[in-house]
């Protein structure tokens, strides 16, 4: 969503890259462009002039002149700035002393609040609550049964004594306020921890939707009412988010379909003008498109300073550690790195989501936009199904798919040879760097690090070359004998570990003496 005020802001500050010095001119050319970029992003004007006069009054001062660096002084303080209108810091749910803690959530009808009340509740149920869905909105069409919908598919219980309208042209007859009085009386029968509260919308903002919501407030004391806000709606995002404050003076906001196009300036305003913090964003049309919202996070986001933060976290959330800690064994162990720890992992990855929304929170992830927005992400479906298309012996021992196997095996996962044959290329390269950082020689190609291309290979080389003697004596005689030496030396050698003819004439085979991956000897008859 935020993708053009990133380029724009990024564009800005290459700029001020290199300058020992910024004049005041510099400055103002750089509050300028900021300007502009946020107003091109439907940022309120009054939010903007805010925004902008701290940015040129911090710049303006001794923060910025006796900075070893101005330029990246000056992101820093924009930094801090977008963290400030943001919210300034990470706002959680106020848990109730004594449960259930009630959650009422309010919004314009299409802002998403009945999907919404899924996400969260599947959110806090894996933080260890117990929640509980109460369907308040009786006037939209099949809104109670979408939320048992998504009870379902979140594994959360709903209360729905009243089935609703099931058309437009229905009048409808049950209570709201006393739905939601009921719910909660049920949830503290049953001992559910949390109740969340799915109240109806209208198309606008009236009277009649502020009255019922003030009605369910008053019924239920809710310890928080969350603001569900669609961010694509420009600058009336505002004045609804105005008038919903004083209507039911929500203490929160609920930011969903961060996952558009749109400019997303409305993001950026309500925190600051209603001084409301968000706290939770929706960034996609799945249950688990849900997460707790950082301003400082988003904030870097903004700037292209990527979210390692976040993508640790739902790492930590969806990762199965005892399979983590099998591969930490085998890479401990220096086993070899197979076809079938590649699945596994490939696996993992698949279960923390998508892998454009991931690789966009790396830092300087707008270098790269347009190839990530080509990126298929059923490209992990065709290598899955390369994969799986090998007998276990060949995901052992990859070395062994020839000409005739590989076209076995592109016909078994419906692609061409050449996929398998740039599969199998790309695997080979990851095993040796496995292999090579197990062993403990560094990973290959980095400077320093011991391996090909890296200081270790051809110093090694050079020293091994150094250290061959070869006869250099000017004397014919002791030349002669240097090399009878070595000649007996070689002899012995050959004498202390005997040979295997190449045909037939093989000694008794020791398969422990050499350097084979954990299990293999199975496939040797041994």
């Known amino acids: 969503m935020f993708n053009s005020l990133s380029d724009r802001l990024t564009a800005t500050f290459k700029n001020l890259r290199g300058k020992g010095r910024l004049t005041e001119a510099d400055i103002d050319a750089t509050v300028r462009e900021i300007r502009r970029a946020l107003l091109d992003a439907d940022v309120a004007v009054p939010v903007v002039r805010a925004f902008t006069a701290a940015v040129k009054e911090r710049a303006l ?3 910025v002149s006796q900075a070893l660096n101005p330029g990246q002084q000056v992101v820093k303080i924009v930094n801090e700035e977008l963290v400030g209108i943001l919210g300034g810091e990470t706002r959680r749910i106020r848990l109730a002393k004594n449960p259930p803690t009630v959650i009422m959530l309010a919004g314009l009808q299409g802002a998403g609040k009945t999907t919404l009340a899924g996400k969260l509740s599947r959110w806090l149920k894996g933080q260890g609550h117990s929640p509980l869905l109460v369907a308040c909105d009786l006037q939209r069409p ?3 049964r979408q939320l048992q919908v998504n009870g379902e598919r979140a594994g959360v219980p ?3 004594p009243h089935p609703g309208v099931s058309s437009e042209f229905e009048a409808a ?3 709201p306020v006393a739905v939601a009085r009921q719910g909660v009386a049920e949830a ?19 009277a009649e939707l502020m009255q019922q919501a003030a009605d369910i407030r008053a019924a239920i004391s809710p310890d928080e009412v969350l603001f569900v806000i669609d961010a694509m709606i420009g600058q009336d995002a505002v004045n609804t988010a105005l008038a919903f404050n004083e209507g039911v003076d929500f203490t929160g906001v609920v930011l969903t379909k961060l996952d558009g196009d749109a400019r997303g300036g409305a993001a950026l305003s309500v925190a600051s003008v209603t001084g409301k913090p968000v706290m939770f964003a929706s960034t996609g049309e799945g249950l688990g498109d849900f997460e707790l919202f950082h301003p400082d996070r988003m904030a870097s986001r903004i700037l292209d300073m990527g979210d390692i933060l976040t993508l640790i976290e739902q790492a930590e959330q969806s990762w199965d550690k005892d399979e983590a800690a099998r591969m930490a ?4 162990d220096q086993e070899d790195f197979t076809l079938d720890d590649f699945l596994a992992q490939m696996q993992q990855i698949r279960n923390m989501g998508s892998m454009k929304k991931m690789l966009m929170m790396m830092p300087g ?8 927005e080509n990126f298929d992400e059923r490209e992990i479906d065709r290598v899955e199904a390369i994969v799986r298309s090998m007998t276990p012996h060949e995901r052992l021992a990859p070395k062994i798919i020839n000409g005739s196997r590989r076209a076995r095996i592109a016909r078994g996962s419906g692609v061409h040879v050449s996929e398998v044959n740039g599969l199998l290329e790309r695997f080979g390269q990851a095993q040796k760097m496995m292999r090579k950082m197990a062993s403990g020689g560094g990973i290959p190609g980095m400077p320093g690090m011991a391996g090909p291309g890296g200081f270790g290979g051809p110093r090694k080389k050079a020293a091994a070359a150094k250290g061959k003697k070869k006869p250099r004596s000017g004397n014919p005689a002791k030349a002669a004998q240097e090399l009878q030496e070595a000649e007996a030396r070689r002899a012995a050698a050959r004498t202390a570990s005997p040979t295997g003819a190449a045909f037939g004439g093989q000694q008794d085979f020791d398969p422990s003496a050499m350097n084979l991956p954990k299990g293999f000897d199975k496939f040797l008859g041994k």
């Open 158 to 160: 709903v209360y729905a």
């Open 61 to 63: 001062g001794l923060e």
């Open 188 to 206: 503290r029968a049953r001992l559910h921890d949390v109740v969340i509260v799915d109240t109806a919308g209208r198309l606008g903002v009236d």
């Open 142 to 144: 099949n809104a109670v």
């Open 365 to 372: 992830a707008a270098n790269m936009r347009e190839q990530l």
């Open 173 to 175: 007859t049950g209570d």
């Open 329 to 332: 064994k085998k890479f401990a």
